[in-house]
């Protein structure tokens, strides 16, 4: 399998920043796929639909940033349940002459919280309405809680959100950044660096003593919310542990190998991590 030449990359805009390409790559040096590639390609949704349906027989598999995630499910002939259940695929896997779809978001999340050692919460806030939110309900009913609290800046635009609480059967309660209780077992922040700053201190004073953060920012690390929180004794987890766990199940569909080396990914990512803060 080492001499076998197969192409996969990462989609999206702007994607020169992505992680994707060095985690992938270390783990295909690690388990000997020498003939195996990955990429960064700039893609906007305008032009998924064409690039998708152009790739030829060498691909293997696509990772997608938003919007795509939503984009690529009309041009899949499978989709797993979970994906459309979130409303989005962030995997693509090429396999006996079909294109399938999958969401990794979720195993990424559960698995950066039980590493952490994040007990499953009695109660859960979730910041942000976007994609990210959604796989963040998905993962939360994963961990057996049928009820969250939702907090977008614009309630009226939480609608497609809603939905995917309703197709999972997580009931969910709605607040404005302006009013809502951040009193609960586990706050998940999906808000883009820097959206957060401005709620750090009122949620820190109120996460019980056994509360926990999950802020799906990894760069720059930490972020205001998370210096609060972690400066108060509350257990902090970072987006970097997200994007790990789900990118080594993305390698696990796409090559079909159980022996995905996520320890040689963690060091090759944190590495590059390093490197770009420093620059």
Request: hydrophobic share 50%; net charge neutral.
């Amino acid at each position: 399998m080492s001499g076998t030449v197969r192409r996969a990359a990462v989609l999206g805009s702007p994607v020169a920043h992505s992680l994707s390409p060095v985690l992938h790559r270390a783990a295909y040096a690690e388990m000997g796929l020498g003939g195996w590639r990955y990429d960064a390609i700039e893609c906007a949704e305008d032009g998924l639909a064409g690039l998708v349906t152009g790739l030829g027989p060498e691909w293997a598999g696509l990772s997608l940033t938003m919007p795509l995630k939503r984009a690529v499910l009309p041009l899949l002939d499978t989709v797993s349940d979970l994906a459309l259940a979130v409303g989005g695929a962030n995997t693509v896997v090429f396999r006996d002459g079909g294109r399938h779809g999958h969401n990794t978001d979720v195993y990424g999340i559960v698995e950066a919280l039980a590493e952490a050692g994040v007990p499953a919460p009695s109660s859960a806030v979730v910041l942000g309405g976007g994609a990210t939110a959604a796989s963040a309900l998905a993962a939360l009913r994963e961990t057996g809680l049928a009820e969250a609290t939702l907090v977008v800046r614009d309630p009226a635009r939480a609608g497609e959100t809603l939905r995917v609480a309703e197709r999972l059967g997580v009931a969910v309660t709605v607040r404005s950044f302006d009013d809502f209780d951040p009193a609960a077992g586990l706050v998940v922040s999906t808000l883009p660096s820097g959206a957060a700053d401005a709620l750090a201190e009122r949620v820190a004073a109120r996460l019980p003593d056994k509360g926990a953060l999950f802020d799906v920012v990894y760069a720059p690390w930490p972020t205001a919310l998370a210096r609060a929180v972690r400066a108060r004794g509350r257990t902090v987890v970072g987006g970097f542990p997200m994007l790990l766990h789900q990118a080594a199940r993305q390698v696990e569909l796409m090559t079909g190998r159980a022996d995905v080396p996520v320890a040689a990914m963690r060091a090759a990512g944190e590495a590059e991590i390093a490197r770009r803060a420093a620059s």
